[in-house]
């Protein structure tokens, strides 16, 4: 089965850049969707289709996707960002959904 | 406004069964893809199950093939998830997520909304 790999944790100053990795066999040619889910909140979709963002996702929003590795990049880090941080593809070979272990982003 | 709204959990024994059900609204729910989800305790997001709009096409995660059953009621806007041979390992916050393929749609697939999730916990 297809296996995503994600780091358990990235630390950020306010108003940094976060980088949050997705590391996967060729993720580079699949689609990938990220979501963030804060202390006691279901997710929600932040990033689909690599780079895309949902109504009312801010532009400091944004992902891209090549080779090995898929990543998720926050501007201008806030407070309100701290979450765990998901990303996901289908693996069309066995019509699964697969979900990286997760990254808490952590904001000092 | 998509609502989705879980309930059925609760403390069940190994070996017992339970029955989550999911009811949907603010959307056309026959013509989308649905999916359970599931987060044990301090753990990272699982895919459990999905069934396609037409309950045509029916998928499980290995960790509960032939144990939990998926279906929808697309009469009453339902989605369920009937869990037999209940594990301590299957203890977990079980999210009803929509996905936005279905339809007949050809798109590559992914959870558009969430519910909050209905907690069961699995212990003697």
């Known amino acids: 089965s297809y296996v995503l790999t994600q780091p358990p944790s990235v630390s950020v100053a306010p108003g940094k850049t976060a980088r949050i990795t997705c590391g996967g066999n060729?993720?580079?040619?699949?689609?990938v969707h990220w979501y963030l889910q804060k202390t006691g909140q279901a997710p929600v979709l932040v990033i689909y289709?690599?780079?895309d963002r949902p109504s009312g996702i801010p532009e400091r929003f944004s992902g891209s996707n090549s080779g090995n590795t898929a990543t998720l990049t926050i501007s201008r880090v806030e407070a309100g960002d701290e979450a765990d941080y998901y990303c996901q593809v289908w693996d069309s070979s066995s019509d699964h959904r697969v979900f990286g272990g997760g990254t808490k982003l952590t904001v000092l | 406004e998509v609502q989705l709204v879980e309930s059925g959990g609760g403390l069940v024994q190994p070996g017992r069964s339970l029955r989550l059900s999911c009811a949907a609204s603010g959307f056309n729910f026959y013509d989308y893809d649905m999916h359970w989800v599931r987060q044990a305790p301090g753990k990272g997001l699982e895919w459990v199950s999905s069934?396609?709009?037409?309950?045509?096409?029916?998928g499980y995660a290995d960790s509960v093939k032939g144990r939990f059953t998926i279906s929808r009621d697309n009469a009453k806007n339902s989605l369920f998830l009937q869990m037999n041979s209940l594990r301590v390992e299957d203890t977990a916050l079980y999210y009803c997520?929509?996905?936005?393929?279905?339809?007949?749609?050809?798109?590559?697939?992914?959870?558009?909304?969430w519910g909050q999730g209905t907690l069961v916990t699995v212990s003697s």
């Open positions: 069934i396609s709009w037409n309950s045509g096409n029916i």
């Open positions: 289709y690599d780079d």
């Open positions: 060729n993720i580079g040619t699949k689609s």
């Open positions: 997520a929509k996905d936005i393929s279905g339809g007949g749609r050809v798109v590559v697939p992914y959870f558009d909304n």
